[in-house]
């Protein structure tokens, strides 16, 4: 569910990604390379949800791939490994049960026209997940950008990493990480810092308490759940 149509929709991220995009799939692959990939097996079959313009889902080693966004744009900047679904994220996914072993989720939630809808996308994602299967969702977590928080057009649903861990929780989900400070709060303004600084940035945990600004949530569907 998206509070903008279609259409708005591709002009809101083209005006805010569209100059930098090769900036961005730099950043990604160093992301995906250097942290995200542990969390995903090569023969996983995994969904990048809100995938935007493709920056994790094509940069990610995995056995089956598949994207969801309402921005119709998006497909075109999809590998052909990628089954794109042009779809509401918290309406009813068009996978059966179990379908996927990994959700990747960055900078989505906060999208979402309230929580009734946040709700019911984490009630599709714990039916789409295989047993023992991850969520991993990052996004800005208000306790650190509580008035940049709503410099963008469409931010909506105001979260932290307790708030969104406390959702998944009362779902069924066992949390397996919860970082409140992850990475910065976004490349969309500002400069573009040489990639080098983001893989030392990975490794300095020290660094994430002084500049991080987004959550790191990772949950887990037991793999005793029905």
Known sequence: MSAHQPDDLQRIYHARFGQAVEY????????VDEFFQTYVRPDARVMDLGCGYGEFINQVRAG???AMDLN????????ADTEFILHDCSQRWPLTDGAVNVVFTSNLFE???????????????????????????MGPNIKFVPGSYWDFWDHYVPLTELSLSEALETRGFAIDRC?????????ARGPQYPVAFLSLYLKLRLAWKFLGKQFLVIARKPAESP
Not at 72 to 79: I, S, T
Not at 112 to 135: V, Y
Not at 179 to 184: A, G, T
């Open 111 to 137: 999208h979402l026209p309230h929580k009734a809808a946040l709700g019911q996308t984490l009630d599709e994602i714990r039916r789409c997940l295989a047993k023992d299967g991850l969520l991993v969702a």
């Open 24 to 31: 961005r799939k730099a950043v990604w692959r160093v992301l």
């Open 72 to 79: 119709p744009d998006a497909p075109r900047w999809l590998g």
């Open 179 to 187: 970082e409140d400070r992850f990475l910065p709060y976004t490349m």
């Open 64 to 66: 089956k791939k598949f």
